[in-house]
């Protein structure tokens, strides 16, 4: 799909079936959104900036597993630049969609760097053969592209072992797409980088086998992806397998927020009206002049949580299973997309505070 069809409708059929079961449930089974405990059939979520997994609890900070199975990600740390040794990927296609090939440009324009932008070394990697989609599977995967208008990726990705697991992980983007508002689900899957692709794997690996982060699995978006040539613009969710609904609509709000932003400047967000109104009103302080805010735009997660300090409310809840957690925010980019998430998309059984601030602006302009 190449076009959104103006917001969104009540889903119908299957999707409609599984929309519901994803709004009233909330949360995947085999795969905790908010663990960070690395416990047997969960998947621990640690964070590696920018625009990544959605963390929706202060992270672990183990380091990088060299393995396709990896299941938890490098905290931030000081950006490596060092080129990746690989010469060549597969790029996965899907011959179901009639996705126009990305525009490439060349490396040399392409900003930023790889070494500046992600947290880890980039790799690239080969995809493995997709898993075959169940017909039940296959057929919501079809009605979720044609609802919201983006590409649910099938070639080399893994939405799961079996029906089951894929019907519960596609219905959890169903459940994420369907609690956003439709001023948001509009421009996140078509803007400025392209319409929108969403991909399931465990190696954190883009259409074009670029892993960003490494070896290991991840949650994130892409305004831009990468062959160990050149560069192409794209607008890409990258999920690990098993994905849950609050993560998946974190993942889709950093699409929004990167609607107009240019490629791979995951920080320019900060110099719009919108987001400037979202930090006055939570309390979001910028520490710098724009000047230097601009120049920095294309940094690390760090180097841009350094730019402002936070006066908010505490950022504290209770998960549904009734564990006490604080919301990973650690710059106004992610306090959007972490709060907005939860306020949006959260399981049932969790318990938010009344966050007014924070509530009262996601009500008064995306609804």
Do not use: C
């Not at 596609?170 to 508002?181: E, I, M, R, V």
């Not at 504290?316 to 650690?330: D, H, M, N, R």
């Not at 959260?346 to 966050?355: F, I, Q, R, S, V």
């Amino acid at each position: 799909m190449t076009s959104h069809r103006g917001g969104w409708k009540r889903p119908r059929g299957l999707l409609a079936a599984v929309s519901a079961v994803a709004l009233l449930t909330g949360s995947i089974a085999g795969a905790i959104a908010f663990s960070t405990t690395g416990d047997a059939g969960q998947a621990t979520y640690t964070y590696a900036a920018p625009t990544v997994a959605a963390d929706h609890a202060t992270p672990a900070t183990a380091a990088p597993i060299a393995t396709e199975a990896a299941t938890s990600i490098a905290a931030p740390t000081a950006t490596a630049n060092v080129a990746p040794t690989a010469t060549a990927s597969i790029a996965a296609t899907d011959p179901a969609t009639d996705a126009a090939t990305p525009t490439l440009v060349p490396t040399a324009s392409a900003a930023p760097t790889l070494g500046e932008a992600w947290s880890a070394t980039p790799h690239l990697y080969t995809p493995a053969p997709d898993a075959a989609l169940s017909p039940a599977a296959f057929e919501l995967l079809t009605e979720i592209e044609s609802e919201w208008g983006l590409r649910v990726v099938i070639a080399g990705q893994d939405w799961g072992a079996g029906e089951a697991a894929q019907v519960r992980n596609l219905g959890a983007l169903a459940g994420a797409l369907s609690s956003l508002p439709a001023d948001v689900i509009s421009p996140a899957t078509d803007n400025s980088h392209g319409s929108l692709s969403v991909l399931s794997n465990e190696a954190g690996r883009t259409l074009a086998g670029w892993q960003p982060y490494g070896y290991g699995a991840a949650n994130f978006y892409t305004t831009e992806d990468w062959d160990g040539n050149v560069h192409s613009v794209a607008s890409q969710i990258v999920l690990q397998t098993g994905a849950d609904r609050v993560t998946i609509a974190h993942e889709l709000l950093h699409a929004y927020q990167m609607r107009d932003a240019a490629s791979g400047s995951y920080g320019q967000p900060l110099l719009a009206t919108e987001m400037r109104s979202f930090m006055t009103a939570t309390g979001w302080v910028q520490l710098v002049s724009d000047e230097e805010l601009q120049s920095r735009a294309h940094g690390s997660w760090d180097e841009i949580a350094e730019m402002f300090r936070y006066d908010g409310p505490d950022l504290g809840y209770v998960s549904e299973t009734g564990e006490t957690l604080q919301a990973f925010a650690p710059n106004p980019i992610e306090a959007f997309t972490a709060i907005g998430a939860l306020i949006y998309a959260a399981p049932d059984g969790t318990e938010l505070p009344d966050w007014p601030e924070y509530r009262r602006w996601f009500e008064s302009n995306l609804g």
